[in-house]
Protein backbone atom coordinates (compact mmCIF):
# COMPACT_ATOMS: atom_id res chain seq x y z
CA UNK A 1 0.00 0.00 0.00
CA UNK A 2 1.43 3.28 -0.86
CA UNK A 3 0.45 7.12 0.32
CA UNK A 4 -2.44 5.14 1.99
CA UNK A 5 -3.80 3.75 -1.30
CA UNK A 6 -4.19 0.23 -2.08
CA UNK A 7 -1.52 -0.70 -5.31
CA UNK A 8 -4.90 -3.03 -6.12
CA UNK A 9 -7.36 -1.89 -8.51
CA UNK A 10 -10.30 -4.30 -6.99
CA UNK A 11 -9.90 -2.49 -3.66
CA UNK A 12 -11.09 1.28 -2.54
CA UNK A 13 -10.65 2.70 0.24
CA UNK A 14 -13.87 4.63 1.74
CA UNK A 15 -15.13 5.91 5.11
CA UNK A 16 -15.92 2.54 5.74
CA UNK A 17 -12.60 1.08 5.36
CA UNK A 18 -11.57 -0.72 2.18
CA UNK A 19 -13.89 -2.18 -0.04
CA UNK A 20 -14.21 -4.22 -2.96
CA UNK A 21 -14.32 -1.56 -5.72
CA UNK A 22 -17.85 -1.20 -7.50
CA UNK A 23 -19.33 -2.22 -4.62
CA UNK A 24 -20.82 -1.22 -0.81
CA UNK A 25 -18.77 -4.82 0.21
CA UNK A 26 -16.18 -3.68 3.07
CA UNK A 27 -13.19 -6.06 3.34
CA UNK A 28 -14.40 -6.44 7.34
CA UNK A 29 -17.50 -8.06 5.85
CA UNK A 30 -15.62 -10.58 3.91
CA UNK A 31 -12.95 -11.38 6.96
CA UNK A 32 -15.95 -11.85 9.45
CA UNK A 33 -17.75 -14.12 6.65
CA UNK A 34 -14.07 -16.49 5.95
CA UNK A 35 -14.07 -17.10 10.06
CA UNK A 36 -17.49 -19.31 9.34
CA UNK A 37 -17.51 -20.25 5.53
CA UNK A 38 -15.05 -21.32 2.34
CA UNK A 39 -13.86 -19.04 0.45
CA UNK A 40 -15.21 -20.26 -2.56
CA UNK A 41 -18.63 -19.89 -0.67
CA UNK A 42 -18.27 -16.21 0.14
CA UNK A 43 -16.98 -15.54 -3.38
CA UNK A 44 -20.50 -17.12 -4.51
CA UNK A 45 -22.08 -15.12 -1.96
CA UNK A 46 -21.32 -11.84 -3.39
CA UNK A 47 -21.04 -13.08 -6.81
CA UNK A 48 -17.00 -11.24 -6.83
CA UNK A 49 -15.55 -12.65 -10.23
CA UNK A 50 -12.38 -14.72 -10.13
CA UNK A 51 -10.53 -11.36 -10.98
CA UNK A 52 -11.81 -9.87 -7.76
CA UNK A 53 -11.90 -12.53 -5.62
CA UNK A 54 -8.18 -12.73 -6.34
CA UNK A 55 -7.55 -9.52 -5.81
CA UNK A 56 -9.22 -9.22 -2.63
CA UNK A 57 -6.94 -12.53 -1.22
CA UNK A 58 -3.79 -10.71 -2.69
CA UNK A 59 -5.30 -7.61 -0.42
CA UNK A 60 -6.05 -9.84 2.70
CA UNK A 61 -2.65 -11.76 2.48
CA UNK A 62 -0.38 -8.43 2.14
CA UNK A 63 -2.42 -6.62 4.65
CA UNK A 64 -3.10 -9.23 7.11
CA UNK A 65 -1.93 -8.15 10.14
CA UNK A 66 -3.27 -4.59 9.78
CA UNK A 67 -6.28 -5.48 8.89
CA UNK A 68 -7.21 -7.83 11.89
CA UNK A 69 -6.23 -5.11 14.42
CA UNK A 70 -8.71 -2.73 12.83
CA UNK A 71 -11.43 -5.60 12.45
CA UNK A 72 -11.00 -6.11 15.95
CA UNK A 73 -11.31 -2.53 17.02
CA UNK A 74 -14.12 -2.43 15.42
CA UNK A 75 -15.59 -5.44 17.15
CA UNK A 76 -15.11 -4.25 20.09
CA UNK A 77 -16.45 -0.73 19.21
CA UNK A 78 -19.14 -3.13 18.70
CA UNK A 79 -19.13 -4.69 21.39
CA UNK A 80 -19.06 -1.59 23.98
CA UNK A 81 -22.13 -0.35 21.90
CA UNK A 82 -24.71 -3.16 22.24
CA UNK A 83 -23.74 -2.98 26.07
CA UNK A 84 -24.49 0.65 26.31
CA UNK A 85 -27.76 0.29 24.65
CA UNK A 86 -28.67 -2.46 26.29
CA UNK A 87 -28.23 -1.08 29.57
CA UNK A 88 -29.43 1.96 28.53
CA UNK A 89 -32.81 0.40 27.21
CA UNK A 90 -33.20 -2.30 29.84
CA UNK A 91 -35.99 -0.97 31.71
CA UNK A 92 -37.99 -1.01 28.22
CA UNK A 93 -37.82 -4.79 27.98
CA UNK A 94 -39.72 -5.25 31.13
CA UNK A 95 -42.61 -3.49 30.42
CA UNK A 96 -45.81 -5.18 29.17
CA UNK A 97 -45.77 -5.30 25.37
CA UNK A 98 -47.94 -3.18 23.07
CA UNK A 99 -51.75 -4.34 22.48
CA UNK A 100 -52.22 -5.54 18.69
CA UNK A 101 -53.36 -2.83 16.20
CA UNK A 102 -56.73 -4.16 16.09
CA UNK A 103 -56.91 -3.74 19.64
CA UNK A 104 -55.81 0.09 20.18
CA UNK A 105 -58.21 0.58 17.00
CA UNK A 106 -61.34 -0.98 18.68
CA UNK A 107 -60.10 1.18 21.99
CA UNK A 108 -59.79 4.25 19.93
CA UNK A 109 -63.26 4.06 18.44
CA UNK A 110 -65.35 3.38 21.39
CA UNK A 111 -63.68 6.93 23.26
CA UNK A 112 -64.30 8.25 20.36
CA UNK A 113 -68.73 7.03 20.66
CA UNK A 114 -68.04 7.95 24.46
CA UNK A 115 -66.89 11.88 23.54
CA UNK A 116 -69.49 11.88 21.14
CA UNK A 117 -72.33 10.77 23.33
CA UNK A 118 -71.26 13.76 25.86
CA UNK A 119 -71.05 15.98 22.75
CA UNK A 120 -74.93 15.05 22.33
CA UNK A 121 -76.37 15.34 26.37
CA UNK A 122 -74.47 18.41 26.48
CA UNK A 123 -76.05 19.99 23.49
CA UNK A 124 -79.26 18.38 24.47
CA UNK A 125 -79.11 20.08 27.60
CA UNK A 126 -78.08 23.46 26.23
CA UNK A 127 -80.92 23.30 23.68
CA UNK A 128 -83.28 22.36 26.78
CA UNK A 129 -82.00 25.68 28.52
CA UNK A 130 -82.55 27.68 25.57
CA UNK A 131 -86.14 26.79 24.89
CA UNK A 132 -87.35 26.55 28.49
Given at each position: ???????????????????????????????????????????????????????????????KEELERKFEEI??????????????????????????????????????????????????????????
Amino acid sequence: MENGKPDNPYIVLTGRGPCVAGTRLTIYAILDELKDRSPDYVQGWYRLTDEEWAGVMRYLTENKEELERKFEEILRRAEEERIYWTERNKDRANRPPSPPANEKIALGRAKLAAMKEKLDRERQEQERCVSS
